[in-house]
């Protein structure tokens, strides 16, 4: 089975996939048309389906005999972006883009679920492909699992895919162990005493305690995560008053949290807290604080990672391996990595000619190899899995 050769006579229908999603852009839990389309398209291959998992997932099984259990998660939800490209296949919906590449990779789940089907002598066992809603923020792999995704039956080994623009078109990253991570987002609530901005002594400023907590969090990650650890502590909004010469009563800080393991994680949360209640106290107002978390980590498991690895370099050459991929960006697909073991592929989507334009950008796009390529690894993957 020439799985490069194959994925490639694919071409011309995943970039046809990809452009009519791009130009159809959902939002998380919304994605009713992709949605639609994806359990067609499943159909027709002749996988069993389930729709309307966590309101939008899509679930597409395909028995083939005795062997393993193995899962497939694409992702499905645009982002709430106006699209600022000049391309003929650009968004037809004001205020919303792919502007993530979950265009991509629907195509790609697509064309693995052709492939597959149309190749079944080439593997034994069951495969599960899982369209999931909400990434962007949505939680949507927490609420497929607690639908019940990860059941009947379950997954033996999980794989995933994300278009990766920091990295040139044919390269691609599977690194073992923590790969992006865990997220948690946070806000409080600085009260002091307001009053007229020309007596200021006879107010508590919440201003001034807000923008000292600012300085005071920078030493988080400087003073108290090891230089050979990792983390991101970020003040997102500071939000207070509405006029030049009123000292307001409160002000209000939001903003992120990102580690890698979880002894990291909560000493980070700890110091975060006390930092932002001790600095209160000191200049005599008070805070409350609120952390509420959004993804774990994602963990790449060593032994399904070093197999991509392997297809990776069979394919297209061990220079295609872009050593220590890693982010601190976040991904909900950990849910699913915390309880099945598996790898998360990133597939160099970069332009060669050109600067690739960023993630969740207004000019995003990707250089369309990439689609190739990403059923490619995946198809191989799954079939050294279920050989």
């Known amino acids: 089975?020439?799985?490069?050769?194959?994925?490639?006579?694919?071409?011309?229908?995943?970039?046809?996939?990809?452009?009519?999603?791009?130009m159809h852009p959902e939002l998380g839990l919304e994605e009713h048309r992709s949605a639609g389309m994806?359990?067609?398209?499943?159909?027709?291959?002749?996988?069993?389906?389930?729709?309307g998992?966590?309101?939008?997932?899509?679930?597409?099984?395909?028995?083939?005999?005795?062997?393993?259990?193995?899962?497939?998660?694409v992702d499905m939800d645009a982002l709430p972006i106006q699209e600022a490209n000049d391309v003929p296949y650009i968004s037809r919906h004001p205020g919303r883009m792919h502007a993530c590449g979950h265009d991509a990779h629907m195509a790609i789940g697509l064309g693995v679920a052709t492939l597959m089907a149309q190749y079944r002598d080439a593997w034994r066992g069951t495969l599960k492909l899982v369209f999931q809603p909400g990434e962007e923020g949505a939680n949507g792999a927490e609420l497929m699992i607690k639908a019940g995704v990860l059941e009947n039956p379950r997954p033996d080994v999980a794989l995933a895919i994300h278009v990766w623009n920091?990295?040139?078109?044919?390269?691609?990253?599977?690194?073992?162990?923590?790969v992006m991570a865990g997220a948690e987002s946070w806000k409080a609530t600085i009260t002091g005493r307001g009053g007229h901005g020309a007596m200021p002594e006879q107010?508590?400023?919440?201003?001034?305690?807000?923008?000292?907590?600012?300085?005071?969090?920078?030493?988080?990650?400087?003073?108290?995560?090891?230089?050979?650890?990792?983390?991101?502590?970020?003040?997102?909004?500071?939000l207070s008053g509405?006029?030049?010469?009123?000292?307001?009563d409160s002000a209000q800080?939001?903003?992120?949290?990102?580690?890698?393991?979880?002894?990291?994680?909560?000493?980070?949360?700890r110091r975060v807290r006390e930092i932002i209640e001790g600095t209160a106290q000191m200049m005599g107002a008070e805070a409350t604080?609120?952390?509420y978390p959004l993804t774990p980590a994602l963990v790449n498991d060593a032994k399904v990672t070093a197999l991509v690895r392997d297809v990776v370099a069979d394919l297209f050459g061990a220079d295609a391996l872009k050593n220590e991929v890693r982010t601190m960006s976040s991904e909900d697909c950990a849910f699913f990595l915390q309880e099945i073991p598996g790898c998360f592929i990133f597939v160099g989507s970069g332009f060669l000619d050109r600067e690739a334009p960023a993630h969740h950008n207004a000019h995003f796009d990707i250089d369309e190899k990439a689609l190739v390529n990403g059923v490619a690894v995946v198809v191989e993957s799954l079939r050294r899995l279920m050989g």
Do not use: C
């Open 166 to 178: 920091k990295n040139p078109v044919g390269t691609f990253g599977a690194t073992p162990g923590p």
């Open 53 to 73: 998992v966590a309101k939008t997932g899509v679930v597409g099984t395909l028995e083939n005999g005795s062997g393993p259990v193995v899962m497939s998660r």
């Open 242 to 248: 509405d006029a030049f010469n009123v000292i307001p």
């Open 38 to 51: 994806i359990a067609e398209i499943l159909r027709g291959l002749g996988y069993r389906v389930q729709e």
């Open 1 to 22: 089975m020439d799985t490069l050769t194959l994925a490639a006579g694919l071409h011309d229908q995943l970039v046809a996939w990809r452009r009519d999603f791009h």
């Open 289 to 291: 604080v609120g952390l």
């Open 203 to 238: 107010t508590v400023d919440p201003i001034v305690v807000a923008a000292l907590t600012v300085n005071a969090l920078q030493t988080v990650v400087s003073r108290n995560v090891s230089p050979l650890d990792t983390a991101v502590v970020t003040v997102g909004a500071l």
């Open 253 to 269: 800080l939001r903003g992120t949290i990102r580690t890698f393991n979880l002894e990291t994680r909560d000493m980070v949360l």
